[in-house]
Nanobody, 121 residues
Framework: QVQVVESGGGLVQAGGSLRLSCAAS????????MSWYRRAPGKQRELVAT???????NYADSVKGRFTISRDNAKNTVYLQMSSLEPEDTAVYYC???????????????WGQGTQVTVSS
């Protein structure tokens, strides 16, 4: 099985920074894409950022220039550096990993439990 665990959330003032981490562990052959999503109170879950195994990144327009996604393939870990945080960034942040369990098979998406980020004004 594959476990995905996020860490690094918390309470921060507007304009501040936080760094989220997410590690995938367990029995798998490789990890393809890794992503961060968030769900704000009363809103649908939205994609924040993605990174491929080759390091290609993509961001939601709302976070471009403020958030940076990166990954350490050796540690199967993805990071989300969040800067210039705004109250509108308050949400539960979820990480996922697309894990290939065996060679030459399709990947499955595994989700973490989420970590709360609260930005006070």
């Amino acid at each position: 099985q594959v476990q995905v665990v996020e860490s690094g959330g918390g309470l921060v003032q507007a304009g501040g920074s936080l760094r989220l981490s997410c590690a995938a562990s367990g029995s798998f052959f490789s990890i393809n894409g890794m992503s961060w999503y968030r769900r704000a109170p009363g809103k649908q879950r939205e994609l924040v950022a993605t990174v491929t195994s080759g390091g290609v990144t993509n961001y939601a327009d709302s976070v471009k220039g403020r958030f940076t996604i990166s990954r350490d393939n050796a540690k199967n870990t993805v990071y989300l550096q969040m800067s210039s945080l705004e109250p509108e960034d308050t949400a539960v942040y979820y990480c996922n990993a697309d894990a290939v369990l065996r060679p030459w098979t399709t990947s499955f998406r595994y989700w973490g439990q989420g970590t709360q980020v609260t930005v006070s004004s």
